[in-house]
């Protein structure tokens, strides 16, 4: 029977909860009161002792918000007295026995979370029923009775009814069902079947199993992590089955007591699986855990394990992490809970180490090869053995801490692992390296031999990490540690962006991703200085969370490090700049016209020089890459290497390579080429064009306008619409002639948005004879192109009612889902820049605004009425925000100057951009 009273399961002030002898009182006196009609007047008892119970621990848990284990603790407890009350009831007074048989015995046990005693307010509660041979009508009518009272009490039972026969066949055959008896308990009923039961259980279920049960726990955990995303650095983790969560922590306990019989995580520690230390971790991980998701439970009013956006905020307040400077309350929660995941996987390695060692010890003394083992082979000191790495000694850190460094170093060089329990070593001895160690040049020789590793860096930084060395040694990177930014952009905190961004820059210089990125792959060769881009890239972002902006921040701190590890002052000069303005290429290529001239010449005057250019080019691709999946995609590899050849280009020669009417004759001419026998286009119809357009457009495309403006001429068509998926880009071509008039591209692109397609690009064209000719790029909601016959035939249609206004446009936009549904989590206000010297022929717009399917349309409605004519857009997201970009002109064809009338144009484009007319047109 569960004694509450034990110090393991004790909740303060029990009867505050529940009051299980007063409830029972109530019951006996509503039965003598009403008789056999009393049910419903126990039932009303009951809930309301529930709803008291739920009441009273709402309340501990605001006024103590990190108690976990003292708040699931006492969610089990409410649980255990109900159900203590309620099978007196039943057994009492609606189904009576005087003398019961044999087969009249019921034990009634707890499972699960529930038999853990881990429940959140809106766990499920999982009960077993447990009969010694084959259910007597008795006990099926007192298990019904039950239930139904249960049920009716509004509780999310999950249960079971089997003989303990059944469930020892069962639990052989079935892991859930034996991980669940594993942390069985009594709740109420027959001692006597809980006992054989138990005996059972171990004698039969368990003896001899341990290692086949540890294998199908850890295959079961590398299943669920590979469900969850791998990465216990997810920004919207799951708190219960995510990897680092609470499930990994109950894992570890669960193959501790199968094969050690424990019978609380404490133990562990008397087994050797754990020191005290690492047990105070566990507990500590543990009861944040719980509380968080107490908290998740309490504010959605159900049960909910994934830490979503819009809960972290929530969380983090009822939590009280308050603002510091720099990072928000809810930055500092998430990097609080991403520190708590860490020391999971922390412990998870220790626990594991320990448990194969103990079962290697038992497999060599027993055998044909007992007594034997093989010889480790001794490198530098270090042992290896098995693929891993081990310091030789227990004092072997203390001695000389810069080992600290060098064992990741050899790791990496050797091609090894670093062997757990020389990890757990590491993680406590991390603490010795001081300013001596900082500063010694040894140490940041090896340091940097590590970043720069031609094996995996990733992995030796990695650990590294893990083990608490790296923000010991380079405390600026600790200070980032399981830093998140709370944005639907980032995909992983900083330290782990940046350990993978390192991964990925060391993949390409082996050739790794040619496919993807074959021109960083031929240019990380001709660099001057690959540990400096090494650096570099480990110190981009490392100015994040302090308030200011993290790229100058940044700069400062790599001016200081970079001669700590040994750069000399040119190194060190690049990498500061690289860090500064890691962001311009990327904001280069993806929000201004990169076939302006002028885009090309002030983007060159920042890099001044092609080894800065080669070096940018390949930071910016790991930086977007890193980000997380989806991120990096054709098209915006090739902005990317359209804006590096113009640059190089122009880097090598010194000056413009031509002048505008060599560039338009040049384009022409090949062109031509393209066209073969249709090469008259290019001047029949080329004539109508302007030298922009021949500028503006890759040759290839303008060949398919041509013959596309050719054949519209033919069919006499006054709508020509043409899409084709181009693939260079990763995005759909959507090409439209029609007769040019105010609004036209505002309404294609209201057209195209309803067929559910992304424009990422615009360029709008006119002819001397009145024809619009407007060139768009758009992909699907996953960053694809649309390429089935299906979606090509809906953006016609989705263009074609827009144009001919067969479509209401702005109501049937307005209620368009946003492109992520949990975006409203995030408070985005839009802002609208102006710049005029950014082009020479047009005035440069940036708008950045919530991310939303009708967005586009609305600004470019907005620039409409203000009389503003659209030359080319550019549309970047990122998460829940998009930076769409105009090159506009007024009516005359001139900038845009005067500052009233800069002042009137913002004031309409936030007013579109805003949530408050979004809201406005939702409700019309």
């Given at each position: ?7 393991s399961r ?90 019961r ?11 699960g ?37 249960f ?27 034996r991980?669940?008896l ?65 499930r ?247 330290d ?45 972002d490392?100015g ?43 904001s ?53 290497g ?14 413009k ?13 090949a ?121 090509i035939?809906?953006?016609?249609k ?38 005029n ?21 609305r ?66």
């Amino acid at each position: 029977m569960t004694d509450w009273s034990k110090p393991s399961r004790r909740v303060p002030h029990q009867r505050a909860i529940i009051n299980r002898r007063a409830i029972t009182g109530l019951v006996d006196n509503l039965v003598d009161e009403h008789g056999d009609a009393a049910r419903s007047h126990v039932l009303g008892e009951l809930k309301s002792a529930l709803e008291a119970g739920h009441a009273e621990l709402e309340k501990r848990l605001k006024d103590k918000p990190s108690a976990g284990h003292e708040i699931t603790l006492g969610y089990a407890f409410l649980t255990d007295q109900l159900i203590r009350v309620i099978y007196d009831y039943v057994v009492v007074h609606v189904f009576p026995v005087a003398n019961r048989t044999t087969a009249e015995r019921l034990a009634v046990l707890a499972v699960g979370g529930y038999g853990r005693a881990e429940m959140a307010p809106h766990s499920d509660v999982d009960i077993a029923f447990i009969t010694p041979m084959k259910r007597s009508p008795w006990c099926e009518q007192v298990i019904e009775a039950m239930l139904y009272l249960f049920w009716d009490m509004g509780l999310k039972v999950g249960h079971s009814s089997r003989t303990i026969g059944d469930t020892m066949r069962m639990a052989k055959e079935d892991l859930t069902i034996r991980t669940a008896l594993l942390e069985s308990r009594l709740i109420w009923g027959d001692q006597d079947i809980y006992e054989e039961l138990r005996q059972r259980f171990w004698g039969d279920v368990v003896r001899g199993n341990g290692q086949q049960f540890h294998s199908e726990k850890l295959a079961e955990r590398n299943a669920r992590h590979k469900r969850m995303g791998d990465s216990r650095y997810v920004v919207e983790p799951n708190v219960k089955e995510g990897k680092g969560g609470l499930r990994d922590l109950q894992t570890l306990y669960w193959i501790g007591k199968f094969m050690h019989r424990v019978d609380s995580a404490s133990e562990l520690v008397d087994v050797g699986l754990f020191t005290k230390s690492e047990y105070s971790s566990f507990r500590k991980a543990e009861g944040f855990l719980l509380a968080v998701r107490c908290h998740m439970h309490s504010i959605t009013g159900r049960a909910e394990d994934r830490l979503t956006f819009d809960l972290q905020r929530q969380v983090a307040e009822a939590m009280n992490f308050a603002e510091r400077t720099g990072k928000s309350s809810v930055e500092r929660f998430m990097q609080y809970y991403f520190i708590q995941a860490k020391r999971v996987g922390h412990l998870t390695g220790v626990f594991l180490s320990q448990l194969d060692a103990k079962h290697a010890k038992k497999r060599v003394s027993k055998g044909f090869f007992a007594g034997w083992s093989s010889k480790p082979r001794m490198h530098k000191g270090y042992s290896v053995e098995a693929g891993k790495i081990k310091a030789p000694s227990d004092r072997w850190f203390i001695d000389d801490p810069v080992r600290l460094i060098e064992i990741f170093k050899i790791a990496e060089e050797q091609g090894v692992e670093i062997h757990p329990e020389t990890m757990r070593q590491a993680n406590r001895d991390a603490k010795l390296i001081d300013k001596g160690v900082k500063s010694d040049k040894r140490a940041n020789a090896l340091f940097l031999d590590v970043l720069c590793g031609r094996k995996d860096p990733e992995s030796a930084l990695r650990w590294m990490n893990e083990a608490g060395v790296f923000g010991r040694f380079v405390p600026d990177f600790g200070r980032v540690n399981a830093q998140m930014q709370f944005d639907m952009y980032h995909h992983y905190t900083v330290d782990e962006h940046t350990i993978r961004a390192i991964g990925l820059l060391s993949q390409i210089e082996r050739g790794l991703l040619k496919a993807d990125h074959p021109r960083a792959t031929e240019q990380i060769h001709k660099i001057s200085s690959r540990r400096a881009l090494y650096v570099a890239v480990l110190l981009h972002d490392i100015g994040k969370g302090r308030g200011g902006d993290h790229s100058v921040i940044g700069a400062d701190i790599a001016h200081k490090l970079c001669p700590r590890f040994g750069l000399d002052q040119k190194e060190t000069d690049l990498v500061s700049w690289l860090i500064l303005q890691h962001l311009l290429m990327s904001s280069t290529a993806q929000k201004r016209d990169i076939t302006d001239p002028k885009t090309i010449e002030d983007f060159v005057a920042e890099v001044k020089s092609v080894e800065r250019l080669r070096n940018l080019s390949i930071l910016t691709c790991v930086d977007i890459r890193a980000v997380g999946p989806g991120t990096w995609n054709s098209w915006k590899g090739q902005l990317l290497g359209e804006l590096y050849d113009a640059a190089q280009e122009r880097l090598r020669l010194g000056h413009k390579r031509s002048g505008r009417e060599h560039r338009v004759a040049a384009r022409k001419a090949a062109v031509c080429e393209i066209l073969g026998e249709k090469a008259y286009l290019t001047q029949e119809v080329g004539e109508l064009l302007a030298d922009a357009y021949w500028i503006a457009e890759p040759e290839d495309i303008i060949a398919k306008n041509l013959i596309q403006y050719e054949e519209a001429r033919r069919l006499e068509e006054q709508l020509s619409i043409h899409c084709e998926v181009y693939e260079e880009r990763g995005a759909t071509l959507v090409s439209v002639i029609a007769g040019d008039h105010p609004g036209l591209f505002y309404r294609i692109a209201g057209g195209i948005h309803l067929a559910g397609a992304n424009i990422i690009d615009a360029r709008i064209h006119t002819a001397t004879n009145g024809y619009a000719i407007d060139n768009f790029l758009v992909q699907d909601l996953n960053n694809g192109p649309f390429g089935e016959a299906s979606q090509i035939d809906r953006l016609k249609k989705g263009i074609h009612d827009a144009l001919f206004a067969q479509v209401e446009l702005v109501p049937k936009l307005a209620a368009r889902p946003l492109s992520h549904s949990r975006a409203k989590a995030f408070a985005v206000a839009p802002t609208v820049n102006f710049d005029n010297k950014a082009s020479n022929r047009f005035t440069v717009i940036e708008v950045t605004a919530r991310d939303r399917p009708a967005l586009l349309n609305r600004l470019a409605h907005a620039l409409f009425t203000c009389n503003l004519i659209v030359h080319s857009a550019h549309i970047i997201a990122y998460g829940e925000s998009a930076a769409d970009t105009f090159y506009v002109t007024d009516l005359t064809g001139s900038k845009v100057i005067l500052p009233q009338r800069l002042a009137e144009i913002e004031a309409v484009l936030l007013e579109a951009s805003s949530d408050e007319r979004q809201m406005e047109l939702e409700q019309a």
